[in-house]
């Protein structure tokens, strides 16, 4: 679990995102943190502390004057304990409070007396589209900002008030997603990261094609692991049914072609490529403009195929590449002699590092074992799911580009 061992001050604000939280509550737990959740009097009138003390499986505060805490000093206490406050709602007039530095009732007398540097404040706001980009609280975000709180963004939709625009709270999946990206090291920090993933789809005529049954899954929690380790990360996807890891910008191709020439457009500005897509080796030679019809004798279509680029060897034998500026990454499915194939694959495809794994017990699959070849040998990072071994993967590819 990613939150194992965390203990997150969970404080909710007045406003409707508020039956949101209750979800947020319940995800942090299962995904193994400890929730406090702190309350203010507006919050109740959304929530009651009822739900909140269910989910979390403690008592809700909600005021300064507790008589629980034996030193009656709860703000103090709960902040003291906290790997992180957040705010989630976050209302446009407790922001302005957080700015001001007001403290006259519990949950901003809490964030107040944190120690800044030890516990982090992340807010999640909601309010109205016109609140959302009032100057004032533009100002106030602005200033939050500065003073060192960590604004997790708003959601864009339709608005419980009827109107649409900026400013829902996030869904409390994706707030979760930050969460843990946030306490992940940050060993890519200020790298520029390109990523392929899932299989391409090369037709045949408009409503036929020939496909492969890569789902996707590897290359995106490598792109959503790379995200979490600080880098900015494009994903380029072929024809898969996958949500797009929080933070990653995606272009969506089909062919291998399309797929080429996406990566060409941004690789001059990464300095670590993956490739993890299942490329399709061949195309049909001479895509139908229309539907190829039975014309009732029994003959089959004659298919001719022609050779797709290898888009990892083209990448990889760039100058910048070549220089060191780039550093290339390449994954082999396989489906028996791992080892031998993925050096020769390594060799063949000029790239430092190629990242082995048997193609047919992993495809579609939420986990797999992965082989790293390199000059010097390789290494086996045993079975787990695809989201650890993509942080493992990223750790271990930091550690190269940092020697
Ligand atoms: N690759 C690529 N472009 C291609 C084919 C493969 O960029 N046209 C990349 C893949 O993304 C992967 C690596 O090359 O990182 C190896 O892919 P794989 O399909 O295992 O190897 P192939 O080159 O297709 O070799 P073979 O079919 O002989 O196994």
New binding site residues.
């Given amino acids: 679990m990613d939150l194992t061992g965390k203990h997150i001050v969970l404080g909710l604000t007045g406003g409707i995102a508020c039956y949101k939280s209750a979800e947020l509550c319940r995800a942090l737990v299962k995904e193994g943190a400890t929730v406090q959740v702190v309350m203010t009097e507006a919050a109740e009138r959304f929530i009651t502390p009822v739900t909140m003390q269910a989910l979390s499986g403690r008592p809700v505060y909600g005021s300064q004057w507790d008589a629980r805490e034996p030193n009656n000093m709860p703000h103090i206490n709960l902040s003291r304990a906290a790997d992180a406050i957040v705010l989630a709602p976050c209302s446009a007039d407790f922001i302005a409070r957080l700015v001001q530095g007001r403290a006259d009732e519990l949950l901003s007398l809490m964030c107040l007396a944190r120690p800044i540097e030890r516990v982090p404040l992340l807010v999640a706001p909601a309010m109205n589209r016109e609140m959302w980009a009032h100057p004032a609280t533009q100002r106030n975000l602005a200033q939050l900002q500065a003073d060192g709180a960590i604004l997790l963004g708003v959601g864009s939709g339709l608005q419980a008030c009827g109107e649409t625009g900026d400013g829902r709270m996030l869904e409390p999946e994706e707030l979760l997603e930050d969460l843990v990206a946030f306490f992940q090291p940050k060993p890519l920090a200020g790298r520029r990261v390109l990523v392929?993933a899932g299989p391409t789809y090369e037709a045949i005529d408009p409503v036929r094609g020939i496909t492969n049954l890569s789902s996707g899954k590897m290359g995106f929690a490598v792109a959503r692991a790379a995200r979490e380790a600080g880098a900015e990360v494009t994903l380029v996807a072929g024809p898969v049914d996958l949500a797009t890891p929080r933070g990653v910008s995606r272009v969506d191709v089909r062919s291998?072609q399309d797929m080429l020439a996406a990566v060409n457009a941004r690789v001059e500005q990464a300095s670590l490529f993956i490739?993890?897509?299942?490329?399709a080796?061949w195309r049909p030679a001479n895509a139908a403009d229309q539907k190829i019809k039975k014309d009732g004798s029994g003959r089959t279509p004659e298919l001719a195929f022609a050779e797709?680029?290898?888009?990892?060897?083209a990448v990889a034998q760039s100058p910048r590449a070549q220089s060191g500026a780039l550093f290339c990454v390449?994954?082999?499915?396989?489906s028996h002699d791992l080892l031998a194939?993925a050096q020769a694959?390594r060799a063949r495809?000029g790239v430092p590092l190629l990242v082995g794994n048997i193609g047919p017990a992993t495809f579609g699959q939420d986990d797999n074992a992965l082989l790293l070849v390199d000059a010097q040998g390789a290494t086996e990072l045993p079975r787990a799911s695809k989201r650890e071994l993509a942080r493992q993967l990223i750790s271990d590819i930091a550690r190269r580009l940092a020697a």
């Fill in positions: 392929t291998a490739a993890t897509a299942a490329v080796d797709n680029p290898d888009i990892l060897a390449g994954f082999a499915a396989e194939h694959k495809k």
